[in-house]
């Protein structure tokens, strides 16, 4: 997600991820190792952050296998 203020794309710490997602910390680095949730990208020697646009992106397609579900599609 960007907006006019930002050159591109917007890191967030695993704290806001957590927050986004409503999953905790040992499910998240676990869905990692798995695949099947975005990677996190080392910003410096100490510090890794994710991707917002793509951590949006990720909950956008739960609701969508929600909604699916629920369709009985």
Do not use: C, H
């Not at 990720?58 to 929600?66: K, L, M």
């Amino acid at each position: 997600m960007k907006n006019s203020n930002t050159p591109g794309p917007v890191m967030i710490s695993l704290k806001a991820v957590m927050a986004i997602t409503s999953l905790g910390k040992s499910t998240i680095y676990s869905e990692m190792q798995k695949g099947r949730f975005p990677k996190q990208v080392r910003i410096s020697k100490r510090r890794s952050a994710w991707i917002q646009e793509k951590i949006i992106g990720y909950n956008q397609a739960r609701i969508d296998e929600s909604d699916n579900q629920v369709k009985g599609v």
